[in-house]
């Protein structure tokens, strides 16, 4: 690996350290990060296809409350240099290598954001202070180690012998790898499982399973769904009687001699408010 | 100069916050995360996002100023785009403060407690469970059917122009609208947008399942022999038949299961890459 290539890895390795955490810019979603790491070691086709395939199973892997998920970014940086780089691992070996780094990443992170705990009353002690660039220092400074945490372990596994690595995976039976990467298509449910459940309610479930008969069923792409969803999510919000109580009361006052009108009258309302 | 002229136009309003403090504040709104902590979570982060706001409405007084750091140092917790609107009000709430307004500490405390909570549960299914899945899988599909690195570059720009303009407008609306668009999520507004993202997203959720897991039985049911030609039936086909899908789905309710009896979702990867190894091995998944 030539120097200029190290120097752009441990920079891509050193922001989607951070942004994973920040989740903002989604550098450490797979499908960019590992297009990333194939710019800076020049095999940038593997790395769209490893990036692709992981990312259908990192979909559900999500900061929600104070859960912290398997680690994108550690996953898709170390698997995507052991693909793109010169140990040169099949995609499949990648994917199935790429799942236990994403759990050492999320062990990496609790303990990194355990060190945070106490960086924010030193904070607080800045703060005391009216000390402005103290905050500031120390909120850079914690955005650091989080690079850190992605930057270093790549850095070791860079100085690996590709040959190696190469000997190592060999000496893992078939029916272990291929196993691996058949179950590599269908761990994808987890993360499904996990956004559902964040969601779900009894209000709600019936839209699941719309969209997966029709997704089951027919070729529609995603686009579709999502106009389609948008539009069942709006309509039922114009006419759930839950959110509408009181129209409902005064139109029913208003025309109490034409019950059977109502119905259509309410659609006509939710019709003239757009 | 934009000082001089708020000065002069309304002289009770000693100081006022610049269009350069609300692009300042959009930029830091972006490093929110920056120091998650187990204790007081985006603490930091939003304190940070406030420090625009702080210098140019408590100049040159520490006092004023560390109250006011500490102020926004409290436990914090929202999905990060939507702490734009919040430091939006609380920089309106601010600024009505440092001119005089009786606006105290627990007010500025209970706009931020009020709202992330309902705010994350509008954020959390509308980004998290819907945006970002739906373009994420658009983009992965586009890669792997060989458009290279188009799909990235998609997944890239489309996702950072739907944040960055949601947490421009968001701020704005927080701030010009202030402590106003409080009562105004009150009014049922913030549960419409949660039942309609969370119909949207578990929608999208219900076309991903089928479409986006890969799993095969190929084994072997039946071989008939009619005129020389042998059909066979896999164990897949059959499925395929009764509902394509299925299994996905029966999978995914399972995850469910397990998850909701505190079932670490690590574990069940690990236990659905044992099913994998074990399936490929009695020859039940190819």
Redesign the interface.
Request: contains cysteine; hydrophobic residues 55%.
């Given at each position: 690996m030539s120097t200029a290539s190290l120097i752009v890895l441990m920079l891509v390795a050193f922001l989607a350290g951070?942004d994973v955490?920040?989740?903002?810019?989604?550098?450490a979603?797979p499908?960019?990060a590992c297009?990333m790491v194939g710019m800076a070691l020049g095999d940038?086709?593997s790395g769209?296809?490893l990036?692709?395939?992981l990312?259908?199973i990192a979909?559900?892997w999500?900061?929600?409350?104070?859960a912290i998920?398997?680690d994108a970014a550690l996953a898709s940086i170390i698997s995507a240099v052991l693909v793109c780089g010169p140990a040169n691992l099949s995609i499949a070996n990648g994917i199935a290598i790429a799942?236990p780094l994403a759990?050492a990443g999320?062990v990496l992170n609790i303990f990194v954001?355990?060190i945070?705990?106490i960086?924010?009353h030193v904070?607080?002690g800045?703060?005391?202070?009216?000390d402005?660039k103290g905050?500031?220092w120390?909120?850079?400074f914690?955005?650091f180690l989080?690079g850190l945490r992605i930057a270093i372990p790549t850095y070791i596994v860079t100085i690996i012998s590709p040959k190696a690595v190469q000997a190592g995976l060999n000496a893992i039976p078939k029916?272990?790898t291929?196993?691996?990467?058949?179950?590599?298509?269908?761990?994808?449910?987890?993360g499904?499982?996990?956004?559902?459940?964040?969601?779900?309610?009894n209000?709600?479930?019936p839209?699941?399973?719309?969209?997966?008969?029709?997704?089951?069923?027919t070729q529609l792409?995603?686009?579709a769904?999502?106009i389609?969803?948008?539009v069942?999510?709006?309509v039922?919000?114009r006419l759930?009687p839950r959110?509408n109580a009181q129209t409902t009361v005064v139109q029913n006052a208003n025309d109490h001699d034409a019950a059977s009108g109502s119905a259509e009258d309410d659609i006509d309302k939710a019709l003239d408010d757009l | 100069m934009v000082d001089n002229k708020a000065q002069s136009v309304q002289k009770d309003k000693q100081y006022k916050l610049t269009h350069g403090d609300m692009i300042s504040a959009f930029w830091r709104s972006?490093?929110?995360?920056?120091?998650?902590?187990?204790?007081?979570?985006q603490?930091?982060?939003f304190?940070?996002q406030m420090?625009p706001a702080?210098?140019r409405l408590y100049p040159s007084d520490?006092?004023k100023?560390?109250e006011a750091?500490?102020r926004h140092?409290t436990f914090m917790?929202t999905t990060?785009v939507m702490s734009s609107l919040i430091g939006g009000i609380t920089m309106a709430m601010e600024e009505e403060r440092a001119n005089g307004a009786d606006i105290d500490d627990a007010t500025i405390a209970s706009v931020k407690v009020g709202t992330m909570g309902p705010l994350a549960g509008v954020g959390?299914?509308i980004f998290?469970?819907?945006i970002?899945?739906?373009i994420?899988?658009?983009?992965?599909?586009l890669?792997?059917s060989g458009s290279?690195?188009m799909?990235?570059i998609i997944?890239?720009v489309v996702?950072?122009a739907i944040?960055l303009a949601t947490r421009w407008y968001l701020q704005k609306i927080g701030y010009d609208q202030g402590t106003n668009i409080v009562q105004n999520l009150g009014g049922?507004l913030i549960?419409?947008l949660t039942?309609?993202?969370?119909?949207?997203?578990?929608?999208?959720?219900?076309?991903?399942?089928?479409?986006?897991?890969?799993?095969?039985f190929p084994l072997v049911i039946s071989k008939v022999k009619v005129d020389g030609k042998t059909t066979t039936t896999t164990l897949q086909q059959i499925f395929n038949q009764l509902?394509?899908?299925i299994i996905?789905?029966l999978?995914?309710f399972?995850?469910?299961w397990?998850?909701?009896r505190k079932v670490n979702?690590?574990w069940?990867?690990f236990i659905?890459?044992g099913?994998?190894?074990?399936?490929?091995?009695i020859g039940l998944?190819?």
């Amino acid at each position: 690996m030539s120097t200029a290539s190290l120097i752009v890895l441990m920079l891509v390795a050193f922001l989607a350290g951070i942004d994973v955490v920040l989740d903002e810019w989604e550098l450490a979603q797979p499908i960019v990060a590992c297009t990333m790491v194939g710019m800076a070691l020049g095999d940038v086709a593997s790395g769209v296809l490893l990036g692709a395939q992981l990312q259908l199973i990192a979909i559900g892997w999500m900061n929600i409350g104070s859960a912290i998920p398997p680690d994108a970014a550690l996953a898709s940086i170390i698997s995507a240099v052991l693909v793109c780089g010169p140990a040169n691992l099949s995609i499949a070996n990648g994917i199935a290598i790429a799942i236990p780094l994403a759990i050492a990443g999320q062990v990496l992170n609790i303990f990194v954001r355990s060190i945070v705990v106490i960086m924010a009353h030193v904070a607080d002690g800045r703060a005391a202070d009216g000390d402005i660039k103290g905050v500031q220092w120390i909120h850079y400074f914690d955005m650091f180690l989080q690079g850190l945490r992605i930057a270093i372990p790549t850095y070791i596994v860079t100085i690996i012998s590709p040959k190696a690595v190469q000997a190592g995976l060999n000496a893992i039976p078939k029916v272990i790898t291929q196993g691996l990467s058949i179950a590599g298509g269908f761990v994808v449910v987890v993360g499904f499982a996990m956004v559902i459940n964040m969601m779900a309610n009894n209000e709600v479930w019936p839209f699941f399973f719309a969209g997966f008969v029709l997704a089951a069923l027919t070729q529609l792409n995603l686009i579709a769904f999502g106009i389609l969803g948008l539009v069942i999510a709006f309509v039922y919000i114009r006419l759930s009687p839950r959110f509408n109580a009181q129209t409902t009361v005064v139109q029913n006052a208003n025309d109490h001699d034409a019950a059977s009108g109502s119905a259509e009258d309410d659609i006509d309302k939710a019709l003239d408010d757009l | 100069m934009v000082d001089n002229k708020a000065q002069s136009v309304q002289k009770d309003k000693q100081y006022k916050l610049t269009h350069g403090d609300m692009i300042s504040a959009f930029w830091r709104s972006g490093f929110l995360q920056g120091s998650w902590n187990y204790e007081r979570v985006q603490n930091v982060g939003f304190c940070f996002q406030m420090i625009p706001a702080i210098k140019r409405l408590y100049p040159s007084d520490k006092e004023k100023t560390a109250e006011a750091l500490k102020r926004h140092l409290t436990f914090m917790q929202t999905t990060p785009v939507m702490s734009s609107l919040i430091g939006g009000i609380t920089m309106a709430m601010e600024e009505e403060r440092a001119n005089g307004a009786d606006i105290d500490d627990a007010t500025i405390a209970s706009v931020k407690v009020g709202t992330m909570g309902p705010l994350a549960g509008v954020g959390d299914p509308i980004f998290w469970g819907t945006i970002r899945p739906v373009i994420a899988s658009f983009a992965a599909s586009l890669a792997l059917s060989g458009s290279g690195v188009m799909g990235p570059i998609i997944f890239f720009v489309v996702w950072n122009a739907i944040r960055l303009a949601t947490r421009w407008y968001l701020q704005k609306i927080g701030y010009d609208q202030g402590t106003n668009i409080v009562q105004n999520l009150g009014g049922g507004l913030i549960q419409k947008l949660t039942t309609g993202a969370s119909i949207l997203g578990m929608f999208i959720m219900g076309a991903l399942v089928p479409r986006w897991t890969k799993i095969n039985f190929p084994l072997v049911i039946s071989k008939v022999k009619v005129d020389g030609k042998t059909t066979t039936t896999t164990l897949q086909q059959i499925f395929n038949q009764l509902l394509p899908g299925i299994i996905p789905l029966l999978l995914t309710f399972f995850c469910i299961w397990m998850l909701r009896r505190k079932v670490n979702a690590i574990w069940l990867i690990f236990i659905l890459f044992g099913v994998g190894i074990f399936g490929y091995w009695i020859g039940l998944l190819g």
